[in-house]
Structures are given as C-alpha cells and as structure tokens.
C-alpha cells in the first residue's frame, strides 16, 4: 500500500523542517547496497525521498521494495512519499503514447496529473525540506527522472537547480547532463541549426533510446 504524506509528515524530525535554501536531487539504486544508498542521501542532507517509480518495487534489489525502503528510510529519519502515479513514466493514459506504444513525455508533462505531482514536489521544498527523487536506473541520462522530471524543471522552474547523485556519489547538475546527452548523440556542428536545436535533436534521440514502451502482450 502507498505511504501517505501526512503519516510519513509527522515522522520527520523537527530539526529537519528548518532547512535554509532547500535543494532537489534525484538518486538511482541499481546495483546500490541500500548502505551505500542511505550514507549518499545522509552525505547531501536529504531529509526526503520521493519515490517516482511507476511500479515501486524491484525484481532484483528486494531492499527497494516499496514497504522496504520507506522502513529504512524511517530508522534514518528520513521522509519518505511515493509520488509515482504523479511522476512515474508509465503513463495509464493511452493518449499519451504514439502508434508504436511508446510513451510521449512531451503529451505527458501537459498532464494534470503531471502537473500535480511537480506541485508535491514544490510544496516539500517549501517546507522546507532537501529532497531526491528515487529511481532504479544507474544513469540519470537513461531514467525519466532527467528526461522527463528534470527537462520540465529546467524548462518551466529553471529556479530549482535540480542535481543528480551519480552512482559514484558524485554530482551532475541537469544542465551538464543535457550536454552529456547531447554529446552522446553528437554528429558534429550544423550550419543550419543553432547548438540549443542540436541538444534538442540529441534529448528527443535519448528519447527513443530510453523512453518506456508498452511490452506487446498489453497493447
């Protein structure tokens, strides 16, 4: 069952509620020892995780089960919310995939529903409260938390600096790793389109590579 915001509210500590400039992140576990995980979240003062798998649970790294991680995460005193159906990149709405059934993040962060979930996010900076959005994926460059959670920000609230914590421990802020995926896509320079045009043409690339598509047997 989800864990809902006001029972995981009450068990923040109040020293944690005073948190001057609050900062986003966003964290992947693939492969993480959940020890590893937590000193990662406690070496940047995350006081909340917010959970935006659209299935919160793992078939391989059972301690990210979704009633597994928010206990660990309450024996550290650490917040945890699922806001997945919100932010997940599984949508539900057939409207926002294509004719191939892969999903279309630019239909999707139109969505209401999309757009609530930015709002939870805003309201726990708010608080205020360091949160990281958790994922499974290594790779931020790879996972919707950057190509879909992280481009909207960067678009619509450039304000939140939003920061990736890469597997290593190590930061990545969304603006290098929109130039990472460019350069992962690069082909050189084009006369005929601007370097902003070229780092679009390489996210929408990412796109294609990345993006979840509905397995065949559901469509």
């Known amino acids: 069952m989800p864990i809902s915001s006001e029972t995981q509210a009450s068990q923040v500590p109040a020293s944690q509620k005073n948190t001057p400039n609050p900062k986003l992140y966003t964290i992947g576990y693939a492969t993480k020892p959940i020890a590893v995980f937590i000193a990662q979240l406690k070496q940047y003062d995350i006081q909340a995780v917010a959970d935006v ?17 928010a206990s660990t995460l309450r024996q550290h005193h650490i917040h945890y919310v699922y806001v997945g159906e919100e932010l997940g990149p599984r949508s539900k709405d057939p409207a926002h995939y294509n004719d191939d059934q892969q999903v279309q993040f630019d239909r999707l962060m139109q969505a209401d529903l999309f757009l609530s979930g930015i709002q939870r996010i805003q309201k726990g900076l708010d608080k205020p409260l360091n949160i990281a959005l958790m994922c499974a994926e290594k790779d931020p460059a790879t996972c919707h938390r950057s190509l879909l959670i992280g481009y909207y920000l960067q678009q619509h609230q450039p304000q939140i600096g939003l920061e990736h914590i890469l597997h290593n421990g190590e930061l990545e802020s969304q603006c290098d790793l929109k130039k990472r995926v460019s ?13 902003e045009q070229m780092a679009e043409q390489s996210y929408q690339q990412q796109l294609k590579l990345t993006s979840y598509r509905k397995p065949a047997s559901d469509q």
Do not use: C, M, N
């Open 53 to 69: 798998r659209s299935v919160p649970y793992s078939k391989v790294f059972y301690d990210y089960h979704q009633e597994a991680i």
């Open 183 to 195: 350069q992962l896509h690069s082909k050189g320079s084009d006369l005929f389109l601007t370097p």
